[in-house]
């Protein structure tokens, strides 16, 4: 067995790597960027080394110096986990080569797959159904376009070297096509440094399953069960499942024993995904494969009781499978959610900036939390902005379901924009609670859910947001009273103490964009007065560490408050609200751009810019793609103009805000 591993990653799958590595009494090295100098992963790795620059081509993209580190430092193999080097074939090589063990499948095993022409080619020959489409080796436009209006539409364009969700796009009729392959191969050059496509037949309102698989290199070959991957956003996964509510017994095992096909075709070694298109009618093709451990494996953790990366070292050590196919179980079932930085209600534009709070719910046999952060941390423009994977099991969907609802509603973030709201009440829609979804889901029903989303401030949530506020009062005073020569001075009394005896005071908060809402309350020692439209005792008492209960008017109710200058963050009943104290004499000194400009939503490289000083430009025209997080963002005229300036140059990168063009409105 290994006695020092070098885990070639950051973040959550970092630190979960380390910890099955800690369990089996294996050293773990964590690797590091600048930007990464004070991570988690960091702090819990036995050794830690520093690499490079923030950007991942000058870190976590550097074969060659993880090579010469791990050779230098006594490793024994290198887990490289998934994303960065993850599927690199040269990478997978030049480790055995350097005497360092990849734990991972072969080479020539990643080459076979990673190209989606050749991989079904191999699909085909091993009797795994795949869809009908274009594999070819021509490439050129035209003779793509005639493949196309063969296959008909409408149909897929996919980046042969592509992964998640990158170097995509549906085409619905032929005069899309053109645009649509230019983009597709424009997106696949810059991120996989491939342009080279290929075409497939859309199936319409279709499911992603894949399968769990892994193979030894003593031919043996097993399955994990399914995970279902339907709730997906621009082809990026958001709650995954197992076991898939939609699959009858009969298409499971037929899934289940293509995919064991699909890795014995291979001759795979380690942890693999086996990704299937499902039709309504329940028929199954081959997507592709992902030749590494996926970021929503731990669904099938919590339903078989099998470590996976464990099974990889194993594996990767020369050891057999731990388990026969007729000894792996399934029970009970299980969610992951991905907590991401970024804003639903603006094109789910990724958000940058300091975690000024984080909450989790506590981890547990039936709630799991995966995170590479802590609170303090910062979510950088380098990386992928997933925050945290909620995990939850339960002995049926529904029970896992209520407590996916009790996770979120235990998870809370200041500081950046976040998706938990848009996830609550995803996961409270009638069509996922009664599983009547398809990949297409949410960008069909994205204006709903996201309608949904929006809630009305509810009292109680007011109410425990004014008695976290006084609170919080009442104990910097006391503070403040400790520390002085006069304790008992009535200076230091935060229950509005006057000569003629208690006063009132005035609270203000904005909620979203409403109008400032002013609560009055009248404090005692023993409770608080809100006069609404009757008045309302409150008694308020922190619980435990940011959980408030408050009795109101006999009843008691428990929120979770979050709190960061200006902020509160509360959570009730499973919702969270976001509100902020509004200072009632405070200047208003917001300059925000005006329409005549373009600003970047966040920082950035420009990969194009589309027009020049002086151009006519049209409203909805592109103006400019930036580059950020991984993906690609085009910015367009708001209105017809003309354009006054071009502030940067491609390649050039950008900060969050900054104006990148003005032009004036015809």
């Avoid at 109680?460 to 008695?467: C, E, K, Q, T, Y």
Wanted: net charge negative; charged share 25%; proline share 4%.
């Amino acid at each position: 067995m290994f006695k020092k591993i070098l885990i070639a990653n950051r973040g959550e799958i970092a630190c979960r790597v380390i910890s099955t590595l800690k369990k089996m009494g294996i050293t773990s090295v964590a690797v590091y960027s600048d930007a990464d100098r004070d991570s988690r992963h960091v702090k819990l790795a036995d050794e830690a080394y520093h690499i490079g620059g923030s950007p991942p081509d000058e870190s976590y993209l550097k074969a060659d110096t993880l090579i010469e580190l791990a050779k230098r430092i006594g490793v024994d193999a290198i887990h490289p986990a998934y994303g960065f080097l993850s599927e690199n074939s040269e990478f997978a090589r030049a480790c055995p080569a350097a005497g360092i063990t990849f734990i991972g499948p072969s080479a020539e095993s990643i080459e076979k797959m990673g190209a989606k022409d050749a991989a079904k080619a191999l699909m085909e020959a091993a009797d795994v159904p795949v869809v009908p489409g274009y594999h070819g080796k021509q490439q050129g436009a035209k003779h793509l376009k005639a493949e196309a209006d063969k296959v008909g539409y409408p149909l897929l364009i996919k980046a042969v070297s592509g992964g998640g969700g990158k170097g995509m796009r549906v085409v619905n009729a032929a005069k899309e096509f053109d645009d649509l392959l230019d983009a597709v191969m424009r997106e696949a050059q810059n991120a996989f440094g491939d342009d080279r496509v290929l075409l497939e037949r859309y199936i319409g309102k279709p499911r992603h399953i894949e399968f769990q698989v892994f193979g030894d290199t003593h031919d043996n070959y097993v399955h994990l069960h399914e995970r279902e991957c339907s709730l997906q956003r621009r082809h990026q996964k958001i709650i995954e499942e197992t076991p898939s509510p939609f699959l009858d017994q009969a298409t499971r095992e037929a899934m289940g024993v293509a995919a064991v096909n699909a890795a014995r075709a291979i001759k795979y070694n380690g942890a693999g995904t086996i990704e299937f298109i499902v039709g309504e009618d329940r028929s199954f093709y081959f997507m592709e494969m992902n030749t590494r451990l996926q970021v929503e494996h731990p669904v099938t953790e919590m339903v078989t009781g099998q470590d996976l990366v464990e099974w990889q070292v194993r594996v990767a050590a020369g050891e057999t499978l731990p388990l026969k196919q007729e000894q792996i179980t399934s029970t009970g079932h299980s969610f992951e959610t991905r907590l991401y930085a970024e804003n639903p209600n603006n094109l789910f534009l990724p958000s940058t900036g300091k975690l000024h709070a984080l909450r989790f719910p506590q981890a547990n046999e039936n709630y799991r939390i995966e995170t590479g952060v802590v609170q303090g941390d910062t979510i950088s423009v380098f990386y992928d902005p997933m925050i945290a994977k909620l995990v939850v099991w339960g002995e049926t969907r529904e029970i896992a379901r209520a407590r996916l609802l009790n996770a979120l509603g235990d998870s809370g973030i200041i500081g950046v924009e976040n998706n938990i709201a848009f996830l609550e009440t995803l996961s409270t829609h009638p069509d996922f609670i009664d599983n009547k979804i398809d990949t297409q889901y949410i960008d069909a029903k994205l204006d709903e859910i996201l309608d949904s989303s929006r809630v009305e401030l509810p009292q109680n949530v007011l109410l425990a947001a004014s008695v976290r506020l006084l609170l919080d009062q009442q104990k910097s005073v006391a503070a403040m009273a400790s520390a002085s020569n006069d304790s008992n001075s009535p200076w230091y009394d935060t229950t509005g103490w006057r000569l003629n005896g208690q006063s009132e005071r005035s609270l203000f908060f904005c909620y979203e964009d409403s109008d400032d809402i002013e609560i009055v309350v009248t404090e005692s020692e023993s409770h608080f007065v809100f006069h609404l439209d009757n008045d309302l005792h409150v008694i308020g008492q922190e619980s435990e560490a940011n959980v408030l209960r408050l009795q109101v008017n006999n009843s008691w109710e428990r929120f979770i408050t979050l709190r960061h200058e200006e902020a509160l963050l509360i959570s009730w009943k499973n919702r969270w609200y976001l509100l902020n104290e509004v200072n009632p004499f405070a200047a208003d000194i917001s300059d925000s751009p005006g329409a005549s400009s373009i600003v970047a939503p966040m920082p950035g490289k420009l990969l194009k810019v589309l027009v020049a000083n002086g151009d006519v430009v049209r409203e909805g025209q592109s103006l400019a793609i930036l580059e950020a997080m991984k993906m690609e963002h085009t910015l367009t005229a708001p209105f017809d103009g003309t354009v006054n300036q071009v502030f940067y140059a491609e390649e050039d990168f950008v900060e969050a805000d900054a104006t990148l063009i003005t032009f004036v409105e015809e």
